[in-house]
């Protein structure tokens, strides 16, 4: 399968401070990814890293296409959509203007709205709160907000951190295997940060470990699954 997005020798700045240091990985094209790390090892600097939120150093290509250095916005419209940790939704708009906001450059009404009904296949709980603001959803319905907003991009690529973060176990599992329907229906690649790495694991087909802004580990998922470092210090047994 061929490589959407390659990402070779990247290093990453908070001002003096270096954070990444020569990480490298793929992204198969309608695939899924996942980097697996503790909490300061680069996972969330890297998705930013990718979106040029950062200083970087280093080769990010997309589709073929060198976009280091390339401003955040023309990087989203190259259709690379990123779900914050923390959700990001627009707490005072309702749903229905959040969903909008994604599409606010297209002039193609019609379209926008076959749009909507698409990804109110997904998350048909957001159709029944349209017009509800944001702010006053459970955290489950902020994050389906938040990736259903991406969706509204027609995304080739969503790198998403910590989906999972605060959210009750079922609500989890829900969002997940939506996730799954969202890559197999629509063939976006995925690139998952997530500290639950078991779920990680279940979802990606591959899976990249950091240490300290390093990779230290990768390969298939259920390689990495089986490894019994990662056993000790992500699955707990």
Do not use: W
């Not at 959509?81 to 297209?106: K, Q």
């Amino acid at each position: 399968m061929a490589a959407l997005l390659e990402v070779k020798g990247l290093k990453a700045f908070y001002g003096q401070t270096q954070s990444l240091y020569d990480v490298g990985f793929d992204i198969p094209n309608g695939g899924i990814t996942t980097l697996l790390g503790a909490n300061g090892a680069g996972k969330t600097t890297t998705l930013r890293a990718i979106c040029n939120m950062v200083r970087t150093e280093g080769a990010i290509r997309f589709d073929g296409k060198d976009i280091a250095g390339r401003a955040t916005e023309e990087i989203v419209r190259l259709r690379v959509a990123h779900v914050p940790e923390g959700r990001g939704t627009f707490t005072t708009l309702t749903v229905d203007e959040n969903l909008r906001v994604a599409a606010y450059t297209r002039r193609d009404k019609a379209a926008v709205q076959a749009d909507l009904e698409r990804v109110f296949g997904y998350f048909p709980r957001l159709k029944e709160r349209l017009q509800q603001q944001a702010g006053t959803l459970s955290g489950g319905e902020q994050q389906m907000l938040a990736i259903a907003r991406a969706l509204m991009l027609k995304p080739r690529l969503m790198l998403l951190d910590e989906p999972s973060f605060g959210l009750a176990p079922l609500i989890v599992v829900e969002i997940f295997r939506i996730l799954r329907r969202i890559n197999e229906d629509e063939k976006v690649s995925i690139l998952l940060v997530e500290q639950n790495a078991a779920l990680a694991l279940d979802l990606a087909t591959h899976a990249y470990v950091l240490e300290t802004g390093r990779v230290v580990m990768s390969g298939p998922s259920a390689v990495i699954k089986d490894d019994e470092n990662v056993r000790k210090s992500y699955l707990g047994y």
